[in-house]
């Protein structure tokens, strides 16, 4: 139980151009899910935390305008990345986690997309 | 910002060996938890503690806690080849439910 499906998993395009990242639950509603950025050999630097039918909420120094995203139902949550330039390239990952913000549960983590801009 | 800091950073050892990894962290926490990635791909939850639990065994895995020293441990008894990959562990806030995470030890199990 508990499957996150990240799509697409390998994206590489053009500056300028936007990318969609989808964040799929597969078997349980996702009450909030996360969207952290990864370079290579370091941690998991979260960008943004996402609840369903509400606006996300950005950490400090992630531009607003440059990744959207949308909860739009309790399975679904997407990262679009704006105008993407070659700066923009990373591993984006996302996860989902049921209950509340002060319950004990463990974050769920989609397979990670990683995003190339020429 | 990043509130753990793992050691080692990088651990090389035998199968079958045991390895250890230790976790230190700054501020209160609700709960530990301790993840796993592979190269190239998303994190796997290992296991969860809570700020009121000193230690939780599964499988091979066990996991201390000590909110005393904010330190945690993850010992991973009788390695094998498969366990190599990255372990991050991440605190839990009480006040915001985000997950911290650590800077990661890249654990390689020799065959």
């Known amino acids: 139980g508990a499957v996150v499906s990240q799509h697409p998993s390998w994206v590489i395009c053009k500056s300028g151009t936007s990318v969609k990242i989808e964040c799929r639950s597969l078997?349980?509603?996702?009450?909030?899910m996360f969207w952290y950025r990864q370079f290579p050999k370091q941690s998991l630097m979260l960008m943004a935390t996402s609840n369903e039918g509400s606006k996300a909420t950005y950490e400090q120094g992630v531009e607003k305008d440059k990744f959207l995203i949308n909860h739009a139902s309790l399975t679904l949550s997407t990262l679009t990345v704006t105008s993407a330039h070659p700066e923009d390239s990373s591993f984006y990952i996302c996860?989902?986690?049921?209950?509340?913000?002060?319950?004990?549960?463990?974050?769920?983590f989609g397979d990670g997309t990683r995003l190339s801009i020429l | 910002s990043q509130q753990g800091e793992e050691d080692p950073q990088a651990l090389s050892i035998q199968e079958g060996e045991n390895a250890t990894m230790n976790c230190s962290y700054k501020t209160s926490i609700n709960n530990l938890q301790w993840y796993r990635q592979n190269s190239g791909r998303g994190l796997v939850h290992l296991i969860l503690i809570r700020s009121n639990e000193r230690e939780k065994h599964s499988g091979r895995l066990r996991v201390t806690l000590d909110t005393s020293k904010k330190s945690s441990s993850l010992l991973i008894t009788a390695s094998r080849a498969a366990d190599t990959a990255s372990y991050f562990c991440a605190t839990g806030s009480s006040n915001t439910g985000k997950l911290i995470f650590g800077q990661g030890t890249t654990l390689q199990v020799k065959p």
């Open positions: 996860s989902a986690r049921a209950g509340t913000s002060n319950s004990n549960q463990p974050q769920h």
């Open positions: 078997d349980f509603q996702a009450t909030t």
